[in-house]
């Protein structure tokens, strides 16, 4: 389990540098990475059309954020834990927003802004965080995949 684990995490890392990140941004600790890293996985399945993985990174990121209470707000494990349930894409969706609102405040709120590519999406009213600047919409999926406008 522990050797998943460190695997995971050096993908995080690696998936981290892909995405325009600076490895040396105090607000990137471990824990933020590895929140991150789970909460790309889940930005590209929903935008996919896709609940594959969402509820396991959701309970990774709600078990990371409960292990190290110091790096992120608790209201982002219990807004994952909310996801994890999600039992279709309209929910998960709608569970989505609130996760993503958290991190992209934490991430402002630490001078992140160049650790992760922002976009809004005016037809859902709502922002997320994914890697690279080619946009994925995770609340509108296939059917409006590139509606949205980057915001850094």
Same mark, same amino acid.
């Given at each position: @389990? ?14 981290? /540098? %892909? ?11 471990? *824990? ?16 996919? !059309?896709?609940?594959? /993985?969402? +509820?396991? $990174? ?5 078990? +990371?954020?409960?292990? !190290?209470?110091? %790096?992120?707000?608790?209201?982002? =494990?219990? #807004?994952? #834990? ?8 309209? &929910? ?5 927003? *609130?996760? %993503? ?7 402002? !709120?630490?001078? +992140? ?9 005016? @037809?859902? $009213? ?9 946009? &994925? $919409?995770?609340? @509108?999926?296939? =059917? @409006?995949? #590139?509606?949205? #406008?980057?915001? $850094?």
């Amino acid at each position: @389990m522990k050797k998943v684990k460190t695997i995971l995490l050096a993908a995080a890392i690696g998936l981290l /540098g %892909s995405a325009g990140a600076h490895a040396d941004n105090p607000a990137l600790t471990a *824990p933020v990475k590895s929140v991150y890293a789970h909460y790309l996985t889940i930005q590209a399945s929903l935008a996919k !059309d896709s609940l594959s /993985g969402v +509820a396991g $990174n959701a309970d990774a990121i709600a078990k +990371a954020v409960q292990a !190290d209470a110091k %790096s992120l707000p608790a209201a982002v =494990a219990t #807004e994952a #834990e909310t996801l994890a349930k999600a039992s279709d894409l309209k &929910s998960a969706r709608a569970a989505f927003k *609130p996760l %993503s609102d958290s991190l992209i405040q934490y991430l402002t !709120d630490h001078k +992140a802004r160049g650790a992760y590519v922002q976009v809004y999406c005016p @037809m859902a $009213n709502a922002s997320w965080l994914q890697a690279g600047k080619n946009v &994925s $919409n995770p609340y @509108m999926g296939r =059917a @409006m995949a #590139e509606c949205g #406008e980057i915001q $850094n």
